[in-house]
């Protein structure tokens, strides 16, 4: 036993020390940071194996005894803290019971037990080992056990090549089956104790009934645990690696691009016809280019590396020594000044000499000087030409004067376009005086040309802004151009006319340079009266557009309210005459063709809104995880009905590889799906449609074929056209309003998808649409709901039980959503307003109802200001929002409201129901509403 207790103390400080050394701070692995935690328990448990080892050798002291088992139950502590963090760590996402289990308040609940099961008893120590295996140690190891193989599938394996994978998973089985083992021997088989399960199972009758101390299976555990874990942080060197091979491809990439700029360099300075030579900081030559070594008559490797001054230019023209300080390129070399020499002398290897002009700047490498490179040419062709022109100065007199012939005329000219040009032009001198000014500038200020000669411009023309402000002649660009050299425009400024009034101009300002010296200034102007009253008028025109726009808005909000307030009642009212009068023959149809007259001006209601939103850049759409089949089936059982009715064989066509779900609108989805149906139901006298749905690449990529009347190509391009159809004959024929196809287009711009038509006269049409695939994980069906609605309407009556508030104050729709919910078994309490909603809340108590339905707009009091009333005193009773205005403002009014739900008028009976079974508090019999 004692060399059991020695291995087995031995494999967990070992452990801990591997821990400690091998993974790196700049590890990328959670497990890194983790595995302090463990490391810790190894030591702590280490240690304590090694204190039994005394105890079992030296015997057993007052100190070991009273401090073993808290140094147990510290042990185990660390271990539940490694394994609760490690799968915390591993999981991508946590649902609820995870989040309970893995909850750091978990200590609370184990220690609380621990010190009750450890002060139930006479045995203080005893007790508080055995309790502290059974609620640390068990459910410790357990943790860490899965905790080792869920963060080597979701995190270690994403990161790792297949076969660097393979031993670190069997790795990570060995670890996570040694600390399950571990659980069992470590935190089920404790020491014997007179009280259950103590007395069942224990150390003791574990040893009688297998022949083996159940330490040696804890030893094994434990070297297994050792083995595994290290063998797992292998990783870390994996993961070195890694870093080491990117590290590598850089670097050798980094090297390839230095020697393509290498190439590249060398090639440049082959090409260039000047001499360019590069010297170091003592002056010795770095690099030559070819041009300069036919000049100077050396080769490459005769001047690198040599001192360029001492082979070059040692010598005057005329055989002077040319010291190295006065050098011009060592000159550079000390004070960094670029320098510019018009005439000097370079020496070839034959000892002739040539005139040479040469540039010489200074080479900085981070901030230190490393050389100098000097450019060059042969100047003696230019030196020649001017031997050339000394020649023929005689002939200058001649020359100059034809040439002042030339100016004379060329200054009438000037003078000529001075005079007629239409635009205003005066010029300045240095000092921004007035020096002349063309007859057009002159009249459009109300100045004669006399009287602005001489005068300064900007204090004559220029001084004040619009808003009668000084305009200082320090910022004005006109001035700036005596001093930068640099032209400058401005396309809104101000002169002032002779009388004092302003004159809107833009400007153009050249400086006139002469010698190198800025001698004066040209400035151009013209009036910009007109085109500043057009922006007037344009601005005006487009306040007036964004006003006319707010006011359709408003319009078409107001008229939302206004017509879904009556088809409210309508269409609930012909709903219930569908229920109550169903098989009794033209009662049920004439209630039926209501109903879907109803529906038809509902949809053509909703076309107009979502096209005013969609124009108004309002409209939102939602990314969900949905069930596309579930899509598909809602949208076929619709359109079903529609092509039998017509004598239309509807036909779906899904691929095999078809995805179960996505992301998606399913709303937005459903709608496009909907809108080209029935347009090719609408459209399709005889045959067929069918719908195809497959996924290809990234995209899911709907059809709708039919075999209607087809289209031409004009038709075609002016298909998506708000308020048009093919052309005027199917408006009247086939009705519509014109925006499916639009709004269609404009959503799936929204979504990022596409759509394509190929239609021929005739012979039908197809629609092709695109939508980007995004994967999703849906559990469960966001359609689910909906549906459980309606099969709850078809089992009997759903809302049994239920006590609802409803608070309306249209009479017919009280009616209506009176007879909809009690007709389902709801008990219905009707408010004329919201001030009596509220009453019947404070008079009854929060307790009486199960959920209240709230109308917006009301006389007396609105829904808003009821439902923040109605929670101040009964906080957790929900309310649903019902409201004629069909806009995404109004629903987000709702919700800050309070209101756990909104519902649009008219009222959907399924969606109502739907609503009312989620959020309702209670029903008769206990069972809660989702």
Known sequence: ????????????????????????????????????????????????????????????????????????????????????????????????????????????????GVAAGSLAGADFPLNLTIWSRYLYGFPASMLAGVGFLLYCANRIQPTL?????????????????????????????????????????????????????????????????????????RIFHLERGQHMRLARGRAEAALEQAGRLGRHNRLLLAAVAEGIFGIDHLGRATFINPAALAMLGYTEEELIGEPMHTLTHHSHPDGLHYPQGECPTHLTLKDGHTRHVDSDHFWRKDGSHFPVEYHTAQIREQGEIIGAVVVFQDSTERLRIEVELDRYRHHLEASVAQRTAQLQEAEQKSRLILETSANGLYGMDNTGKLIFINPAGGKMLGYAADDLIGRPVHATLHHTHADGTPYPASVCPMLAVLRSGEPARDDDDLFWRADGTPLPVATAAQPMIKDGRIVGAVVSFIDISQRKALDAARDQALAEAERLTRVKSEFLANMSHEIRTPLNGVLGLAQIGCRDSAGRGKASETFARIVQSGKLLLGIINDILDFSKIEAGKIEIESLPIELLTVLREVTNLMNERAQAKGLAFRIRKAPDLPAVCICDPVRLGQILINLLSNAVKFTESGSVTLGIARQGDALVFTVTDTGIGMTPEQVARLFRPFEQADGSTTRRFGGTGLGLAITHRLLQLMGGEIRVESQPGVGSRFEVRLPYLEADLETSPASAAASAGKARESGLPLVGLNILVAEDNEVNQEVIRELLSGDGANVTLADNGRKAVECVHSQGGAAFDLVLMDIQMPEMGGHEATRRILELAPDLPIIGQTAHAFAEEKAACLAAGMVAHIAKPLDPDKLIELVLRYARHRSGGRSAD
């Open 1 to 112: 036993m004692d060399i059991v207790f020695l291995i087995y103390g031995l494999a967990f400080l070992a452990l801990g020390l591997v821990l400690v050394i091998w993974p790196t701070h700049d590890s990328r692995f959670d497990l890194a940071s983790l595995s302090r935690w463990l490391a810790a328990f190894a030591f702590v448990h280490g240690a304590l194996e090694w204190s039994d080892l005394w105890r079992v050798v030296r015997g057993d002291t007052a100190m070991l005894a009273t401090s073993r088992p808290f140094a147990l139950l510290a042990s185990y502590l660390l271990l539940y803290e490694f394994g609760r963090r490690l799968i915390a760590a591993s999981l991508l996402s946590q649902g609820g019971f995870t989040r309970v289990l893995l909850a750091k308040q978990g200590h609370i609940v184990l220690l609380a």
């Open 161 to 233: 090549e297949l076969h660097e994978f393979r031993p670190v998973w069997r790795a990570c089985l060995v670890a996570g089956a040694a600390f399950i083992a571990y659980a069992v021997f470590g935190g089920l088989v404790v020491p014997r104790a007179d009280w259950a399960p103590a007395a069942w199972l224990n150390q003791e009758s574990f040893q009688e009934s297998s022949g083996i101390p159940v330490q040696l299976f804890r030893g094994a555990c434990a070297v297994a645990v050792a083995f595994s874990v290290a063998y797992v942080l």
